[in-house]
């Protein structure tokens, strides 16, 4: 079973500039969550998705973050305009609908300078 | 509000030398504890998850309790290989999959 995929592995950008970052979840998952890990911390959730539909976005910062799942399949965070502290790790998960055992990517790496 | 804390953040051992991680947690209704192992430039693997006090579940050397304020991850015999960040989380609201996590503890496992 091929796991979460997700690129760039690796972004480096200057404060005030855009960047998105993909995610294509295991086969069948139907929720996808997006999570926030800055360096020393544990991970927090963004944004949960179940199939094409929100379900949960309230510690996602609307004015500068969006994401969307529009076939119910891959999905993409953007980031307008990236501040300092949005350097991270964003990680995308997926699992069954009403299963809790979450399958994580390998993350992709943000540096705002 | 859920919370998670971890101790410690970081610990050193020798090959061979057991200890145990903690995770205590605040959380109004449990509907799960997870356990999870991070490697540097890796996404969190999955390790337990324990759903009521008194449940304790075992694989290989790593064996996680459960009880109503806390957990532990005992690591019997360590290896070199074992060294990660472990990582444990809760489940608590009616959304299933929102995990409030703790900030890890870093095991080193020198040989």
């Known amino acids: 079973e091929a796991g979460v995929a997700q690129s760039p592995r690796y972004k480096i950008i200057e404060k005030r500039q855009s960047v998105a970052f993909w995610c294509n979840p295991i086969s069948g998952h139907a929720t996808l969550y997006w999570y926030q890990q800055i360096l020393g911390q544990g991970p927090k959730l963004l944004i949960q998705f179940q199939n094409n539909g929100v379900v949960d976005d309230s510690q996602l910062p609307k004015d500068r973050f969006s994401a969307e799942r529009l076939k119910g399949v891959d999905s993409t965070l953007k980031i307008q305009p990236a501040k300092l502290e949005d350097s991270a790790v964003y990680l995308c998960?997926?699992?069954?609908?009403?299963?809790?055992?979450?399958?994580f990517g390998a993350g992709s790496r943000l540096t705002v300078l | 509000e859920d919370q998670v804390t971890q101790s410690p953040e970081a610990l050193r051992l020798q090959e061979g030398e057991s200890s145990s991680l903690n995770c205590s947690y605040t959380v109004s209704g449990l509907r799960g504890l997870f356990w999870y192992r991070q490697d540097p430039g890796k996404g969190p693997e999955f390790l337990f998850t324990l759903y009521s006090a008194g449940e304790e579940k075992e694989k290989e050397r790593l064996k996680a309790t459960l009880t109503k304020k806390e957990s532990f991850l005992h690591i019997t015999a360590p290896k070199p290989e074992d060294s990660a960040t472990y990582l444990c989380a809760v489940d608590g609201s009616s959304n299933t999959g929102k995990l409030i996590f703790g900030q890890g503890t870093t095991l080193q496992v020198k040989p």
């Open positions: 998960a997926s699992t069954t609908p009403g299963a809790n055992v979450l399958t």
